[in-house]
C-alpha cells in the first residue's frame, strides 16, 4: 500500500469533507472523530492538566489523532464556549474570535461564574462544565434591547466575572492586561498545534462561532427555565431582544472571514424544548437569518442540533439548499436524510452508548446497515451524536468504528 504524505492526506481530507458540503459523492464517507475525555485519558493525563498544561495539552491531542484518525476534529478545545466575552469586544474584529471559548487558565484570570472547570470547582478528572445562571432580571429587557453590546459589556460582565466586578478599578485593569498575557499563551498554542496537526496531514481549521439569540438569552442571561416563562410573560421584549443580538452575533462570527474561516460552528441548546409554534415564533427567524446572512457573506453554516430536532426538521428546507452542515445529536439521521437530501449535508447517526458499551462487531455492523441507508448521493458526514466522548469510551470501539467507514464508506 503506498504511504501518502501529509500533504496528500490533508488534500484528500479537505475535498473529502468539501464534496459532502457541496452534496457530491466523496470518495468515501468522511469520518469525524471524537474529543472530551477520551483524549487526555488515553494519553494517561488529568483533565486539568489537559485544559491547564498547554503542551501536556497539545501533546494528548496529537498522539490521539496520530492514533485514531479522522477527517474532521474538535480536538484541541479544553475549554467552554461564553459568547458574551465575544459579543463586549464585538466592534473589534482582532479581538472578538479569541474569546468565544474560556479555557482553564482563562477561567481563572476572569473568575468567571458560568463555567467550572477540573481542579478548580470540580475533581481533577471530572469535564469542565457550563451551568450557566440568572444574570439579568426582566425588567432589564429594555436595556438589552437598547444597546446588547454596551449591556453585555457594562451590566452583564461585572457580574459574571469576579475579577471584572468593579469597572474601571484597578483589579479590572489587573485582569483585562492578564487576559492579554493569556490570550498570547492561548495564540501561540493553538499555532503550534495547528502546525503539528499539518504535519499529520490534517487540513487547516479555521472556524468561526456563531449563535442562537434565543440560546444567548437562555445560557448567559436570564437561565434556560426563565425564559422559557419570558416567552409568555415578556414574547414583544423576547423577540426584540433576539433581533437586537443578531448583529453584534454576525460580527463575531464574521471576524475571522479574513483569517479563512469558511464555516460558523452554531452549537444549539433550547431547540427541542420548544413546540413547533414556539420555534417558529422565537427561535428559527432569527437564527435563519444569521445563517443566511452568514451565506451571503461566503460562509456556510455547522449547525449543532442538541437532542432531538425532529419537530423541526422541515424547517430547515426553507434555508438556501447546500446552506452547510446539519449535525444531529438524537434525531434519527435515516429520517433526516430522507427530508434533507440534495438540499442540506447531514451529520452524525452514532449513539456514543454504543461507542461505550457496544463491542467491534456490533459496531462493524450497525455502520454497515447504516451506511447502506445513507450513503448513496454523497452528502453525509460520519460521527457520534456528541464528539465529546467520556474517558470509559472503549478504544477498540473507536478503532472498530475507524475500520468500518474504510470499509463500507467508500462510493
Given amino acids: 500500500m503506498t504511504i501518502k504524505t501529509a500533504s496528500e492526506l490533508s488534500k484528500e481530507r479537505l475535498e473529502r469533507i468539501e464534496r459532502v458540503i457541496e452534496l457530491k459523492e466523496p470518495d468515501r464517507v468522511p469520518l469525524a472523530g471524537v474529543m472530551g475525555d477520551m483524549v487526555p485519558a488515553y494519553s494517561g493525563i488529568t483533565q486539568h492538566e489537559y485544559c491547564y498544561d498547554y503542551e501536556k495539552s497539545r501533546e494528548a491531542t496529537v498522539k490521539f489523532l496520530q492514533d485514531f484518525p479522522c477527517d474532521m476534529s474538535f480536538a484541541g478545545i479544553t475549554g467552554v464556549g461564553e459568547l458574551p466575552l465575544s459579543i463586549a469586544f464585538s466592534d473589534y474584529p482582532d479581538i472578538s474570535p479569541s474569546i468565544s471559548f474560556v479555557s482553564g487558565p482563562l477561567h481563572d484570570v476572569l473568575g468567571d461564574k458560568y463555567a467550572r472547570f477540573p481542579g478548580r470547582e470540580l475533581a481533577e478528572d471530572s469535564s469542565p462544565q457550563f451551568i450557566g445562571g440568572e444574570w439579568m432580571q426582566p425588567g432589564e429587557y429594555e436595556d438589552l434591547i437598547e444597546d446588547p453590546v454596551r449591556f453585555v459589556a457594562e451590566t452583564v460582565l461585572p457580574r459574571v466575572c469576579r475579577n471584572l466586578e468593579k469597572p474601571g478599578s484597578r483589579q479590572t485593569m489587573a485582569t483585562m492586561a492578564r487576559l492579554g498575557m493569556e490570550l498570547s499563551k492561548l495564540a501561540a498554542f493553538g499555532q503550534a498545534l495547528a502546525a503539528d496537526l499539518a504535519e499529520l496531514g490534517y487540513p487547516p481549521a479555521v472556524m468561526a462561532f456563531a449563535y442562537s439569540p434565543l440560546d444567548f438569552i437562555g445560557d448567559f442571561l436570564r437561565d434556560v427555565t426563565n425564559v422559557l416563562l419570558d416567552l409568555r410573560r415578556y414574547p414583544d421584549k423576547v423577540k426584540q431582544a433576539c433581533e437586537a443580538l443578531v448583529e453584534p452575533i454576525l460580527k463575531v462570527a464574521l471576524a475571522l472571514k479574513p483569517a479563512g474561516a469558511k464555516l460558523a460552528f452554531i452549537p444549539l441548546h433550547l431547540n427541542e424544548y420548544l413546540s413547533p409554534d414556539l420555534y417558529n415564533e422565537f427561535y428559527w427567524p432569527h437564527l435563519k437569518r444569521i445563517i443566511a446572512e452568514l451565506g451571503n457573506e461566503g460562509?456556510?453554516?455547522?449547525?449543532?442540533?442538541?437532542?432531538?430536532?425532529?419537530?423541526?426538521?422541515?424547517?430547515?428546507?426553507?434555508?438556501?439548499?447546500?446552506?452547510?452542515?446539519?449535525?444531529?445529536e438524537k434525531t434519527d439521521v435515516r429520517k433526516a436524510k430522507k427530508i434533507l437530501k440534495g438540499h442540506t449535508c447531514v451529520m452524525g447517526g452514532i449513539p456514543m452508548g454504543l461507542l461505550i458499551s457496544g463491542t467491534p462487531e456490533k459496531i462493524d455492523e450497525y455502520v454497515k446497515n447504516l451506511l447502506e441507508e445513507v450513503k448513496p448521493g454523497g452528502g453525509f458526514i460520519l460521527a457520534s451524536g456528541t464528539a465529546i466522548a467520556p474517558r470509559e469510551t472503549s478504544v477498540e470501539n473507536i478503532r472498530a468504528l475507524i475500520d468500518a467507514v474504510e470499509k463500507y464508506g467508500r462510493y
Avoid: C, N, Q, R
Avoid at 449543532?304 to 434555508?319: K, N, P, R
Fill in 299 to 328: 460562509m456556510k453554516s455547522f449547525v449543532f442540533f442538541e437532542g432531538y430536532h425532529d419537530a423541526h426538521l422541515e424547517t430547515i428546507l426553507e434555508l438556501p439548499a447546500g446552506w452547510g452542515i446539519a449535525y444531529f
